[in-house]
């Protein structure tokens, strides 16, 4: 897997610039190699492995699929899913859960949309440390504030969820014209990623652009100094410390 980590201290992954699949049912974009699309310089970000943005028509989704040695993360957007897996699961994920699945040595499940209207969701990929570990699940609504809202965290008593990797993950929603600054808990490794909405961006070393718009990303390397500002109301954004 080439690393992005070790090319430069800013990599831009601009939203039309992301893999495309489109289906009937399903408009997704990924922002690193995934399925049949594959770019050796996009192969993930250090343990970040996937990020896609997938809207599913109403009745529509994954039918029973496998997953191994993979930490899944689902932040829901719009909509609903039905969750269902091999571990005796049956759930439904609604707008503002976030759901955790560590597939461990193996677990079978299905995503499908039993709502009335398409749905939107992030599906997140990362690394873990070990492998062939007990399969597990959990999933919780988080209220998203204006400031930065932990949904992982290392630490499982934050009041977020605990993968096999320590890696922080925040979300917020700020509105037009805030000021966001580094949470004082993240590492030197990050990547943002933009839902909703547009940022403008300032003290970012190198070949950074000034704004990010929706569906943009951009990952940095010791970069401890940069602010954000909302261009808007709806904007949604989320933010990885992964080391």
């Excluded at 970040?48 to 994954?62: K, P, Q, S």
């Excluded at 439904?92 to 040595?105: H, K």
């Excluded at 965290?153 to 966001?180: F, H, T, Y």
Aim: hydrophobic share 35%; proline share 6%; aromatic share 6%.
């Amino acid at each position: 897997m080439t690393n992005l980590l070790s090319k430069t201290a800013v990599i831009h992954r601009p939203s039309n610039e992301r893999f495309h699949s489109r289906l009937n049912w399903l408009d997704s974009r990924h922002t690193f190699s995934f399925s049949n699309h594959f770019d050796p310089a996009w192969t993930g970000f250090g343990p970040l492995l996937v990020i896609n943005d997938d809207t599913i028509a109403a009745g529509e989704g994954f039918g029973m699929h496998p997953h191994r040695d993979m930490e899944i993360i689902t932040v829901m957007v719009e909509g609903q899913i039905n969750h269902q897996d091999s571990m005796g699961h049956a759930e439904v994920l609604r707008a503002g859960e976030v759901q955790r699945m560590s597939a461990g040595r193996g677990i079978v499940h299905s995503e499908m949309n039993r709502g009335q209207s398409p749905c939107r969701l992030l599906q997140i990929w990362i690394a873990p440390v070990h492998k062939g570990l007990e399969p597990s699940y959990e999933q919780r609504h988080i209220d998203v504030g204006k400031a930065w809202t932990p949904l992982l965290n290392p630490d499982p008593s934050q009041g977020a969820m605990a993968i096999d990797r320590p890696v922080r993950l925040w979300r917020a929603q700020p509105k037009q014209g805030q000021e966001l600054i580094l949470p004082a808990e993240s590492g030197d490794t990050l990547w943002l990623q933009l839902i909703n909405g547009s940022v403008q961006l300032e003290g970012i070393d190198g070949d950074a652009p000034d704004a990010l718009q929706c569906g943009d990303g951009l990952g940095l390397r010791n970069q401890r100094n940069w602010t954000l500002t909302s261009q808007t109301d709806e904007a949604d954004l989320l933010l990885f410390s992964l080391a």
